[in-house]
């Protein structure tokens, strides 16, 4: 799985490490980490915020595989 795209969002409570967390997991399993993760303190209200977060991850996985094949 190495090099494969990976991201971390999510919303938190109290201190919001948890997406930092992941995202350090996901890099020392050596997966090419979206760096723009994304959280939001209790529940992500603004929807058209994730929703760009993940338009975006999604271009960057079309992208790699329209260069491989």
Do not use: C, H
Not at 4 to 11: C, I, N
Not at 17 to 34: C, Y
Request: no cysteine.
């Amino acid at each position: 799985d190495r090099g494969k795209f990976a991201a971390a969002f999510g919303s938190y409570g109290w201190s919001g490490e948890g997406v930092k967390i992941i995202e350090d997991t996901l890099s020392n399993l050596k997966l090419n980490v979206l760096r723009e993760s994304m959280n939001e303190k209790f529940y992500p209200y603004n929807s058209e915020k994730f929703k760009s977060f993940g338009k975006v991850f999604g271009e960057k996985i079309v992208q790699s595989s329209n260069i491989q094949a």
